[in-house]
């Protein structure tokens, strides 16, 4: 009887097996969506972009982004576009991934060329014990038991005709019961392989998060409508949802143009005199003419380039001075709402200021007080184990203004300086991504 008993264990077990394999691959189950970020549902001023992620039951917290993340167009609305090791994006800590099973889909616009051969973290789902990764189009697990699990080489998707600008949809599936896991592109072929869960709470990034300090990337490209789910998707749910979003893209070709959102810079067309000329420059960006301080310099506010790729990219500095002062001359009164300017540091001996004063008037002798930014922060800061930027500036001011002037104390270096008009709208500024 006992062996009869373990006979009818066994066919117990596979019993359930085949009907775990049926629900994850077959018609019967369909995920669920539990959150949903399209990066639509936001309040955006030009210090603040407060961005929502959708529940079951509305909106279940604001995600974290780093002042360097450029708002773009996205799939539908708006999307964000991750490039250099400074940006990051976190979901809050209460949207959380089931380790045993779910999906996440999302829509991903690359701008990489053949030649890119940096390590991209594309998507990270990290847990008490292990992780979920995508890391150049490899869906790799580690394990609740620090085991890695990386894909064969038949579950690794071919991307070697993927064009740089052009939109795909990728899925993750997972189950822990069928003991499996997949990576599905383009509605295509479902790529299957073992899975073991990890374990724990969860944290979700569209990056390797700001704590990462190896030469690793964000994914390099665009995100839009990301969606997570409490069960995995079925075929016939991945190729819908891929049919909607190509429904969408059907009269759009792939090209390398980013359109990013921003203000209309009033510092763009001002003269900028420095009170010191810059004893640093990074990568070599030109401010003109370094050698007459008179000269209008525009780099800093012309922002073609650098609302792609911020401080780490191209910057200039003060270093060992104590107090630096830039002074905008708009040749014309406006009624100015905000000024903004982006610092970097944290790394590499460059410090953020103490402080930075604001101050506009009629005439550049009779200048009063608008705003006062206290930026201070330790040295190295081991919440932020790298170089990083922030937007900082003064907002609501309403004041009428020809001149603006920045004072920076101490050492600071920075790439970007908004002037902007009250009432002033965003709107989509196209510009050339170059894939590498």
Known sequence: MKKKGNVMQKEKKGLWLIISIIFFYGKMVYGEAIYTLTFDNSTLTPLKREIKVEGKEGVSGSIEISDSVKLVKGLKGLGIYLDNRSEYVSLPDDVYVNPEEGAISFWFRPFWGSGDKRNKIILSVNFDKGCLLLWNMLFCVKDRYDNWSYPPKEAIPSISRWKPGEWHFIVLNWSASAGRRDIVVDGGILRSMPYVPPEGKSKISLSPGYKDISDRVPGCG???????????????????????????????????????????????????????????????????????????????????????????????????????????????????????????????????????????????????????????????????????????????????????????????????????????????????????
């Not at 008179?294 to 506010?301: G, K, P």
């Not at 965003?426 to 050339?432: L, Q």
Request: aromatic share 12%; with cysteine.
């Open 222 to 436: 665009v995100y839009d409508e990301l969606v997570i789910y409490d069960a995995p998707l079925s075929k016939e749910e991945i190729e819908k949802k891929y049919s909607e979003g190509m429904e969408i893209l059907k009269d759009v070709s792939p090209d390398c143009k980013l359109e990013v959102l921003t203000y209309p810079n009033l510092a763009s067309e001002a003269s900028l005199h420095f009170s010191i000329t810059p004893n640093y420059e990074n990568n070599g960006l030109s401010c003109n003419n370094f050698d007459d301080k008179t000269e209008d310099i525009n780099d800093l506010s012309d922002s073609l380039w650098f609302l792609a790729h911020y401080s780490d990219k191209r910057s200039v500095g003060w270093m060992s001075i104590p107090v630096t002062t830039l002074t905008y001359d708009l040749k014309g009164i406006k009624n100015i709402e905000y000024i903004v300017i982006n610092i970097g540091g944290g790394d590499s001996g460059v410090r953020f200021p103490k402080e930075i004063n604001f101050y506009a008037g009629i005439t550049e002798e009779k200048l009063s007080k608008v705003g006062l930014v206290c930026t201070e922060e330790p040295y190295p800061n081991p919440e932020f184990l790298k170089w990083h930027s922030k937007l900082v500036g003064t907002g609501n001011i309403n004041v009428f203004a020809r001149f603006v002037k920045i004072e920076i104390v101490p050492s600071c270096f920075c790439d970007e300086i908004f002037i902007i008009e009250k009432n002033a709208k965003p709107f989509f500024k196209s510009i050339e991504i170059e894939a590498e």
